[in-house]
C-alpha cells in the first residue's frame, strides 16, 4: 500500500544527507576542473565541523560557528594548495597526509578545548532551528516538502548548484581556472597565472568543503563527533567522477548516495529485510564503488588534473 508520508519523510531525508557530499562534491569539481587532485575533502570537511561546533558552542550563535567553519576550512586547504601547488608535491600523497593531519588535530584540540576525547557538548541552538518553509512553493505535493522546506545549509547548497556552473562557463576567472586543468601552458601564453588558478580552485573547495563540515556538525546535529563524517569526503569525490566534473551532475550523484544513506536508516529501524543490520550500515560505500564503477569510462577528468605543471611547462 503506497504510504505517502513514508515517500515525503524519505525524499526529505535525501536532499538532506545529500547536501554535505553535495556541497563537497562542487567544490571538488572548481578544484579538480584547475588541475589540482583534492582527496583532502574528508579531512576539510573534518576540520568545518569540529571549528562549527566549538565556535558555535562559545558563542552561542550557530552563524557565527558556520563562518568559521568556512575560514578555517579554506585555510586548512591552503596547505595542499602549498604542497602541490608551490612545492609540486604528489597531489594524492598531499591529501592523504591532511586527512590523517585532520583527524589528529582534531583529536588533540578536543582534548586541549572540550577535555575529553569523543564528542563535544551540545550547542545552545543549531542551524535546524532556522528551517524555512517557502511559501507557497513549500505547499507543492511531495516536491514542496523535499526542496521548499529545509533548512539554511541545504537551501544554499541549491544555490551553489547554478552559481558554480556560472562561474565555471561565464566568467572569465572561472574559465581561467578551467583552462588551467585542460590547457595550463595556453593560459599562461595569455599572461595568467596558472598558480593563481590552481591556488583559487583549492580554496574554493576549501570553503565550500568547510561548510559542508558545518552542516554535519551545527545542522544536522548539535555537537561534533570524533569521525563524524564518516567518509562523506570520500563518497563526494565518486559523485564528483560521477557527475562528469560538473557542478550539476555532482549534485545529482550525491542525490543518490544522498538517498541510499535514507534507505539504509529506514531498512534498520523498520527491519524490511530479514539480513543483519551491518550490510545496510555498508550500503552506501558498496553504491559508492558501484557508481564510480559503472560511470567513470564515462566521465573525461579535466586533461592536466594532477599533473605538476614546472615539470609539464620544462618538458615543453
Same mark, same amino acid.
Given at each position: 500500500m503506497?504510504?505517502?508520508?513514508?515517500?515525503? +519523510?524519505? &525524499?526529505s531525508a535525501m536532499v538532506r544527507n545529500a547536501t554535505p557530499i553535495g556541497l563537497a562534491a562542487m567544490g571538488a569539481v572548481v578544484?579538480?576542473?584547475s588541475g589540482v587532485v583534492n582527496i583532502a575533502m574528508e579531512g576539510i570537511m573534518t576540520v568545518g565541523a569540529f571549528t562549527a561546533a566549538i /565556535?558555535? !558552542?562559545a558563542t552561542g550563535n550557530p552563524w557565527i560557528g558556520l563562518l568559521a567553519a568556512i575560514i578555517f576550512g579554506g585555510i586548512f586547504s591552503m596547505l595542499h594548495a602549498f604542497a602541490t601547488v608551490s612545492l609540486h608535491l +604528489?597531489? /594524492?600523497?598531499s591529501g592523504a597526509v591532511l586527512n590523517v593531519l585532520a583527524l589528529g588535530i582534531t583529536a588533540y584540540l578536543m582534548i586541549l578545548i572540550v577535555g575529553h576525547p569523543g564528542t563535544t557538548d551540545s550547542i545552545p541552538v543549531s542551524l535546524s532551528a532556522y528551517r524555512w518553509a517557502i511559501p507557497v512553493l513549500s505547499s507543492i505535493p511531495l516536491v514542496g516538502q523535499m526542496l521548499f522546506n529545509q533548512t539554511p545549509i541545504v537551501y544554499f547548497g541549491f544555490i551553489m548548484i547554478p552559481l558554480f556552473t556560472w562561474f565555471l562557463n561565464r566568467t572569465k576567472v572561472g574559465l581561467h581556472v578551467r583552462a588551467a586543468g585542460e590547457h595550463p601552458l595556453a593560459l599562461e601564453t595569455i599572461g595568467v597565472s596558472v598558480y593563481k588558478m590552481r591556488y583559487l580552485g583549492v580554496l574554493v573547495? !576549501? &570553503?565550500? !568543503?568547510g561548510m559542508a563540515g558545518a552542516y554535519l556538525s551545527i545542522e544536522g546535529n548539535v555537537s561534533f563527533t570524533e569521525g563524524m563524517t564518516g567518509g562523506r569526503g570520500f563518497i563526494a569525490m565518486a559523485a564528483m567522477i560521477s557527475g562528469g566534473w560538473h557542478p550539476v551532475g555532482a549534485f545529482i550523484a550525491a542525490l543518490f548516495f544522498g538517498l541510499a544513506d535514507a534507505l539504509q536508516v529506514r531498512f534498520q529501524v523498520f527491519q524490511v529485510l530479514n539480513v543483519p543490520e551491518e550490510l545496510f550500515i555498508v550500503l552506501?560505500?558498496?553504491l559508492t564503488v558501484v557508481a564510480v564503477a559503472g560511470l567513470v569510462r564515462r566521465s573525461r577528468p579535466p586533461k592536466a588534473v594532477g599533473t605538476d605543471f614546472m615539470i609539464e611547462r620544462t618538458e615543453d
Open positions: 503506497f504510504d505517502y508520508d513514508f515517500l515525503v +519523510n524519505l &525524499l578544484c579538480e576542473r /565556535v558555535a !558552542g +604528489n597531489h /594524492v600523497v573547495s !576549501g &570553503l565550500v !568543503g552506501p560505500y558498496v
